[in-house]
């Protein structure tokens, strides 16, 4: 259900409101990789800590190690 708010925060342009959403998801569930995926793509494309975007990029990535439509494989973070 929060992963759904904090698309919908995304959609309506509510950085601010994705980003807190994601990080209560974060905080709750760690290793949580939509979550990590979603907050590392606001990070950079909202100038956010790009360092703190790796690693939660990395955390997507080894949740969803096989789905190609993570925004941090567009983004070119990780090869």
Known sequence: MQLALGALYERTGNWQGAQSTYQKI????????LASNNLAYLYLEHGGNPNMALTLAQTARRGLPNLPFCRHARLGLLQ
């Open 26 to 33: 974060l905080t709750i569930e760690p290793d949580n990789p």
